[in-house]
C-alpha cells in the first residue's frame, strides 16, 4: 500500500467528515490509521434515493477465515448502474453499487490460498469479482462453460445487509468466503485501466464465442457491428484480436463511429445519413464493396436497431443480438424476408462465464499488444465523493466509460 494513498485518504475523510448535510451518516473514525493499517471504517457510496448517493462510513468487519478485505482502487459505471441510479428497477434500494471494479488484497483469511481459476493469491494481490453461486458454492469454472451469470448474484447488486461493504464505489469491499459463493480472479498483471474494462470486456469475449457457435463467423468474414457504446466498441477490438477485419460499424453519433475506426473498423456508416432502410442497407452493401454482412453483432438497446438489422445479413448468415441486456420494448421483424427465406442463423448472449472471464485477461493483454487504445474507453474519471457527478456524466452520454478512481 502507497504511503501517499494513505495521507489522501486521511485528508478526503477529515474533509467529509467536517461536511454537514448528506455527506456522512456515521461518526467519523476517531484516530486516523497508521499508514499501511486498515482503518476502522470505510466509506461506501449508497444509492438511497433515485439520482442519489450519499457516502456512507460503516465499520470493517472481523476478516474471517474465507474472507477477502480489498482495498478499491477504481470501478467503472455500468449501463445497469445507470438503470437502478434513474428508476431501481430490481428495488434494491438503499444500494451499495459498483460491479466493475477492481483493488488490493489487504487482509484475507488463512483458509484463502487460491482464486477461482487455482492461481495463488496473496495480501498485495489485485482481483476482481466475478459472480456469486450461492446456490451453488461448489461450482467452479470448469463445469461452467455452458452456465452464464443468469441467476446469480454479484458484489455492487446484492441487497444491503449489516456488512454494508458489498459493492466496488467504495473505499474498501468485503468479499465473503465459504457457502456465500463468491468467484474472484487474481489479475495482478493487468493495469489498473484494464482491470476496470473486464467486466464489459468479458460480455463482448462471450458474444463472440456465441457468435462462433453459428459457424459462420470467420477468420476473412464480413462482419457489422451495430451501436458504438462501450460493448459495440470493445465487440470491434475482440474481433480485432480474433483478426477479423473486415469490420464495418454502424451508429448515428459520428464521434463514436471515429472510435470505432481507430478500434479497428475498416468501414463506418452512420444511419443519419441514409433516409429509410433500404438507403441504410444500401450503405453498407457499398461498404463491403457490394456484398452484404457474413455475420452481424446488434449492441444497440433499439428496437429499430433489431429491426434494421436483419437487412444488413446476407443469406445464410449469422446475427448476434446482445444489445437488450434491459427490456427495450418489442421489435418488429418480416419472418419471411429477414429469417426463414434467408436461413439466417441468430443467437443470443447474455453476460458471461467464468470461462469467459479468463478469457478476458488474455483478450485485453492481446489487445495492447496489437495497440488497440482500450484505456481510451475510460473517457471520465471521478474520485468516490463525485459519484452523483459521475452518474449525470454518464446519463448525459458525453463520453463512454465513466470510472469513479479512488486516491
Ligand atoms: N448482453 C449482455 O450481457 C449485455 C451486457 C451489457 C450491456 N448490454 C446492452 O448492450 C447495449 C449497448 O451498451 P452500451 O453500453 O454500448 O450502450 P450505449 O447506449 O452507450 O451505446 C449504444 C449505441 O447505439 C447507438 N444506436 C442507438 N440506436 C441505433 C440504431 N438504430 N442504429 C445504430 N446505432 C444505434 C447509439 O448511438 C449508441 O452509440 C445496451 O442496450 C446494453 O443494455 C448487454
Ligand atoms: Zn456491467
Not at 454482412?293 to 429491426?307: E, I, M, V
Amino acid at each position: 500500500m502507497d504511503i501517499n494513498n494513505i495521507n489522501i485518504e486521511e485528508i478526503v475523510r477529515q474533509v467529509l467528515s467536517g461536511m454537514t448535510g448528506n455527506a456522512s451518516s456515521a461518526p467519523a473514525p476517531k484516530a486516523p490509521a497508521a499508514p499501511g493499517a486498515i482503518p476502522k471504517t470505510a466509506r461506501v457510496a449508497m444509492l438511497t434515493s433515485l439520482e442519489h448517493y450519499d457516502i456512507k462510513e460503516f465499520p470493517i468487519p472481523p476478516v474471517g477465515d474465507d474472507d477477502i478485505l480489498v482495498k478499491v482502487e477504481g470501478c467503472g459505471i455500468c449501463g445497469t448502474d445507470a438503470h437502478e441510479f434513474r428508476r431501481d428497477p430490481f428495488g434494491l434500494i438503499p444500494v451499495a453499487l459498483g460491479h466493475e471494479g477492481t483493488g488490493e488484497i489487504v487482509a484475507m483469511g488463512k483458509n484463502v490460498k487460491v482464486d477461482t481459476a487455482g492461481k495463488p493469491v496473496k495480501v498485495g494481490d489485485k482481483i476482481v469479482t466475478c459472480m456469486i453461486f450461492k446456490d451453488d458454492p461448489e461450482i467452479t469454472m470448469f463445469d461452467l462453460n455452458k452456465k452464464n451469470v443468469g441467476g446469480a448474484d454479484v458484489y455492487g447488486l446484492l441487497p444491503d445487509d449489516d456488512v454494508h461493504l458489498n459493492g466496488w464505489f467504495s473505499d474498501y469491499i468485503f468479499i465473503r468466503g465459504g457457502s456465500f459463493g463468491s468467484t474472484f480472479f487474481n489479475v495482478s498483471d493487468l493495469d489498473l485501466d484494464s482491470r476496470i474494462l473486464i467486466e464489459p470486456c468479458a460480455v463482448l469475449v462471450h458474444a463472440v464465442e456465441r457468435a462462433k457457435t453459428t459457424n459462420i463467423l470467420r477468420f476473412n468474414s464480413r462482419v457489422v457491428v451495430q451501436g458504438c457504446g462501450p460493448i459495440g466498441l470493445i465487440c470491434i477490438a475482440v474481433l480485432r484480436t480474433m483478426g477479423v477485419e473486415n469490420i464495418c460499424a454502424v451508429d448515428g453519433e459520428q464521434k463514436r463511429l471515429d472510435f470505432a475506426k481507430r478500434m479497428g473498423a475498416s468501414m463506418t456508416v452512420n444511419f443519419k445519413d441514409h433516409k429509410g432502410i433500404e438507403a441504410l442497407a444500401g450503405a453498407v452493401q457499398d461498404a463491403f464493396g457490394g456484398h452484404l454482412a457474413d455475420f452481424a453483432f446488434q449492441c444497440t438497446g433499439s428496437p429499430a436497431g433489431h429491426s434494421n438489422i436483419y437487412k444488413f445479413i446476407r443469406n445464410g448468415g449469422g446475427l448476434c443480438e446482445l444489445g437488450f441486456f434491459i427490456n427495450g420494448g418489442d421489435a418488429t421483424i418480416n419472418p419471411h424476408f429477414d429469417i426463414c427465406s434467408k436461413e439466417i442463423t441468430t443467437v443470443g448472449s447474455w453476460v458471461y462465464t467464468l470461462r469467459d472471464y479468463a478469457t478476458t485477461f488474455d483478450f485485453l493483454r492481446r489487445a495492447k499488444g496489437i495497440g488497440l487504445p482500450m484505456s481510451e474507453l475510460i473517457t471520465d474519471r471521478f474520485p468516490l465523493d463525485k459519484i452523483n457527478e459521475a452518474h449525470q456524466t454518464n446519463l448525459a452520454m458525453t463520453g463512454l466509460k465513466i470510472a469513479i478512481i479512488n486516491e
